[in-house]
């Protein structure tokens, strides 16, 4: 197995009791007619890095999409159980607007706003209302150092965004979505489509984040769950098969579906 070359949270937490931030709880959702998560139930730890693994189909976007009502968009998308974040229903107590603020989202491809660093990060707080530049200039400071990317960038803020490259791309949406001060971020398997370095410098980015959010990561890598996460859920055909302790899931899994797949004979 991979030495991680950074504290995950859970260590860094270890010996403090660990917090819920979200949890989902007798969740079926369906498309119209089809079934495509059926009765999951699953916790997410504060400031842990949760991964969410499992074959194409399986569901993981879906059920991250569902955290933050993403699928709310989507015609014909029926979804009964519970979310909650701090203990607070997602769907029931909470202003739609309110939780995706609270709970933001990065994809897979890097899609920076064709405008400059600057405004990309500042986009976000602007429409919650903060105006004043030197308030926005604190923000976009503190959002790119936390996606470690502030040193890259801070000589061309006023620069086009389109003219990073992948990786700094994807590093910048990451600071675009922490600058309006989530709690919890979701990740949709934002390094499929970078190189191995840019893809490393994320990961390690990630260990960091969970020092001060939940994170919460769709990954197809199974070596990047085991050096990322600390909690690893594994879903098949809709259904949660088993979570726990990453370490533990894949050295020792409990059922054999998720040993034939973390050992590699299907996916
Ligand atoms: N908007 C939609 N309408 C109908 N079916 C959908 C929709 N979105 C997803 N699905 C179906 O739901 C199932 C789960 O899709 P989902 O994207 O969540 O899987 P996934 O595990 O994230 O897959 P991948 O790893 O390939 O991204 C798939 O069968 C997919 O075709």
Known sequence: MLTPTFIKGA?????????????????????GNFHALKDVTLTFPENEVTALIGPSGCGKSTLLKTLNRMNDLVDGCKVTGAITLDGKDAYKDMDVNDLRRRVGMVFQQPNPFPMSIYDNIA?????????????????????????????????????????????????????????????????????????????????????????????????????????VSTKTAFFLLGEMVEAGDTDTLFTHPKDNRTADYVSGRFG
């Open 11 to 31: 260590e860094a937490h270890r010996g403090e009791e660990v917090k819920t931030k979200m949890e989902v709880r007798n969740l079926d959702l369906h498309y």
């Open 123 to 227: 986009f976000g707080p602007r429409t919650h209302g903060i105006k004043k530049k030197d308030e926005l200039d604190v923000i976009v400071e503190q959002s790119l150092r936390d996606a470690a990317i502030w040193d890259e960038v801070k000589d061309r803020l006023k620069k086009s965004a389109l003219g990073l490259s992948g990786g700094q791309q994807q590093r910048l949406c990451i600071a675009r979505a922490l600058a309006v001060r989530p709690e919890v971020l979701l990740l949709d398997e934002s390094t499929s489509a970078l190189d191995p370095i840019s893809t490393a410098k994320i990961e390690e980015l990630v260990g960091q984040l969970a020092a001060k959010y939940t994170v919460i990561m769709v990954t197809h890598n199974m070596l990047q769950a085991i050096r």
